[in-house]
């Protein structure tokens, strides 16, 4: 059995080891045929914490990690510029 993969963009980098990742899927609807776009988000381990806001990555099925996490941060495809601020 293969495991799946999902592209998506980094949408919360605020817990530490974990990113929200929203994958956007576009089907048409059943009956009348217009394009329908469902956002669903995942939340990725991402153990040295490299996802900024606005990364665009690839993420794969794994094992359940937590509670709430079964999903891993294979690969980054597009990296923003955002620098992450120091809270002082």
Partial sequence: ????ERIGTVVS????K??????????PH???KKI???TTRYKAHDPENTCVLG???KIR???PLSAHKRWAIEEILNKTSQVKEVKK
């Fill in 1 to 4: 059995m293969a495991l799946k």
């Fill in 13 to 16: 980098d605020k817990m530490d």
């Fill in 18 to 27: 974990t990113v929200v990742v929203a994958v956007i899927n576009r089907y």
């Fill in 30 to 32: 059943p009956t009348y």
């Fill in 36 to 38: 329908v776009s469902r």
């Fill in 55 to 57: 990364d665009r990555v």
């Fill in 61 to 63: 099925e794994t094992r």
